[in-house]
């Protein structure tokens, strides 16, 4: 009797321990019931919310075209993009190969919802229909806060690190970015050249300063601005010929946005005026025509930035 009560008593034992192992390897995610691999998702904080996305998702549209030029840099695969407006040098994704998840403005919900995304990344010209894209499928803002520029951007550039997990190579390139940084702002401060922003936008100008939209010339790049009292807004402060022509800046730079909205490209005629060339900039060929691929449309990729850097750096004489 005493035989069989110990054999029953190393039979419970045995079962007991063979439940705890499986329970201890199930909590580790190691396995799942099905014997496959757990799903490790991320919990991102972004300018609209918290959302759990999927570790090294599969299936990504992306909205943002310097998150675009980022995952593109860093040899990550997208599913579907939003087309019309691609920058030139970011053309090979108005091929078929991606699926067209309609305008910046106004998302193609059929084909997303078709496309069944892991992710969807959006940034600030989605901002209004998050709700209705975080219902297709986990959607993160990663848009550039341009009160605080560098920051959001190494911040965002940390969160796409840690979701397609490729943070060392994302150090890498910040690091680069950083010291390039360092040195433009060296340079500009040797030079105290002051400088003025505008967008042309067909026959119209607007100016652009600190903790605006292009306001990281001056409050990253180091480049004094001409006029302290500039409002900051999206749309930048509408301006006249007279007010550049009174400001008299050391350096003009200009972003066409007509040459990326489907208009032709007139921002040298208009801007190169009788009143214009009274100034300094004009004087002394310090009119820079900025890139509005990287300056308009993009921004705030891994790519963007480096080449915005290059174009202030080359600026400073």
Known sequence: MKKFLLLLVLSILAVTAAACGSTEEDSEGST???????????TVEHELGETEVP???EKVVVFDYGILDTLDK????????AKGNIPAY???????????????KEPDFEKI?????DVIIISGRQATVYDQLEELAPTVHLGVDTTRYLDSFKENMNTVGEIFNKQSEIEEELAAIEDSIASLNERASEADQNALIILSNDDKISA????????????VFGVPTVDDSI?????????????????DPDLLYVVDR???VGGESSAKQIVENELVKNTKAYENDNIVYLNPDYWYLSGGGLVSVTEMVKEIDASIK
């Not at 919802?113 to 995304?117: F, K, L, N, R, V």
């Open 231 to 247: 409002e900051a807004s999206t749309h930048g402060m509408n301006v006249t010929f007279e007010y550049v022509m009174e400001q």
């Open 208 to 219: 652009y300063g600190s903790n605006s939209r292009f306001g990281l010339i001056h409050d």
């Open 32 to 42: 799942n019931a099905d014997g496959g691999d757990s799903a490790e998702t991320i």
């Open 258 to 260: 007509t040459a990326v």
């Open 74 to 81: 860093l040899g990550i695969e997208v599913a579907g993009v």
């Open 55 to 57: 570790k090294n998702p």
């Open 113 to 117: 919802a078709e496309i069944d995304p």
């Open 90 to 104: 970011l053309e090979k994704y108005e091929s078929d190969e991606y699926e067209n998840i309609g305008s910046l």
